[in-house]
C-alpha cells in the first residue's frame, strides 16, 4: 500500500498521543485506530505502535532529566518488575484479539475518575515520599500486573500508574509521571522483543510514527515541570472522561 497524506495524520497522531501519554495516559488510544486505518492489521498495529512508545518515553525521560526530575533507581526496580510482566501480556497479544478488553478499560476509567473527584486532598509540600519499604514492594508487585497489562496493549495504563504513585508511594504528579515514562520505556522494549520475534513489526511506519510521538513527548515532559501538579490533575481528569466515553460508546 502506498501512502501520502496518510503519513502526515499519523504524524500528528504521534504528536498529540506523545503529548498524552507523558502528561495522563490514552495517547495509544488514537495512534492505534490510525494504524489500523492506514492499512495495518490489528497485531502489527499493536507491534508497530510500540516503536513510537519507546522513542516518545525515552524522550520524554530525557525531557524530565533536562529539568532535574528523576527518580533513579526506583523507576528502574519498578520497570523490571513490569517488564517480566509486559513479556507475558505481550505473548497474549500476539495469540489472541482483545476486544473485550476495551470495555473492561472503560470500567477501569470511571474508577479512575471516582477516585480523583472523591479521594482526599493530600498534603504533598510536608509528605516525604515513600520508596522504600513496604510501599516500594507494594509496587514491585503491582507494576508487575501493570506490566502485563501494558504489554498486552498498554492503551490507557498511564491513568492507573499515576494514581498509584501519587497515592501509594506519595509522589507528586510531576515526579510520578517523570517514574511512569521510565517504567513503560523498560517493560516496552521487553514487548517489543516478543512482537519482533513474531513478525509483527512494520518498521517503516513505526518510525514515522515516532517522529510525531517523540516530540510532543519531550514538550510535554518540560512544559509539566514548569506547569507543577495542577494542570496535570486538571488535564489528567479530562483525558480520563474522554477515554472512558470512547471506550464504552465507541
Known amino acids: 500500500m502506498e501512502y501520502g497524506w496518510e503519513l502526515i ?8 498521543a506523545g503529548f498524552i501519554n507523558t502528561l495522563a495516559g490514552g495517547g495509544s488510544l488514537l495512534t492505534l485506530p ?13 507491534g508497530t505502535n510500540r516503536i513510537a512508545i519507546i522513542l516518545q518515553n525515552f524522550s520524554a525521560v530525557m525531557g ?3 529539568k532535574g526530575v528523576s527518580t533513579f533507581p526506583f523507576n528502574v526496580y519498578l520497570g523490571i518488575s513490569a517488564l517480566i510482566g509486559a513479556l507475558i501480556g505481550a505473548q497474549i497479544a500476539v495469540d489472541i484479539k482483545g476486544e473485550v478488553f476495551n470495555r473492561i478499560l472503560a470500567i477501569i476509567m470511571i474508577v479512575v475518575v471516582l477516585i480523583i473527584v472523591f479521594k482526599p486532598k493530600m498534603d504533598l509540600a510536608n509528605m516525604e515520599e515513600r520508596l522504600t519499604g513496604k510501599q516500594l514492594w507494594l509496587g514491585i508487585i503491582a507494576f508487575f500486573f501493570f506490566g502485563i497489562y501494558g504489554g498486552f496493549i498498554n492503551a490507557g495504563l498511564g491513568f492507573i500508574v499515576l494514581l498509584f504513585l501519587h497515592y501509594v508511594n506519595k509522589m507528586t504528579l510531576v515526579r510520578s509521571n517523570a517514574t511512569k515514562v521510565a517504567v513503560v520505556l523498560i517493560y516496552t522494549l521487553g514487548a517489543l522483543v516478543v512482537f519482533i520475534l513474531n513478525d509483527k513489526i512494520n518498521w517503516g511506519i513505526g518510525l514515522i510514527l515516532s517522529i510525531g510521538n517523540a516530540s510532543g513527548a519531550w514538550l510535554a515532559s518540560r512544559w509539566s515541570v514548569r506547569k507543577g501538579d495542577k494542570v496535570i490533575k486538571t488535564f489528567l481528569f479530562v483525558m480520563v472522561v474522554v477515554m472512558a466515553v470512547k471506550l464504552w460508546f465507541f
Do not use: D, E, Y
Open 64 to 66: 524530565f532529566k533536562s
Open 34 to 46: 490510525m494504524l489500523i486505518f492506514i492499512g495495518l492489521p490489528s497485531s502489527v498495529a499493536n
Open 9 to 16: 495524520l499519523l504524524v500528528i497522531a504521534g504528536f498529540a
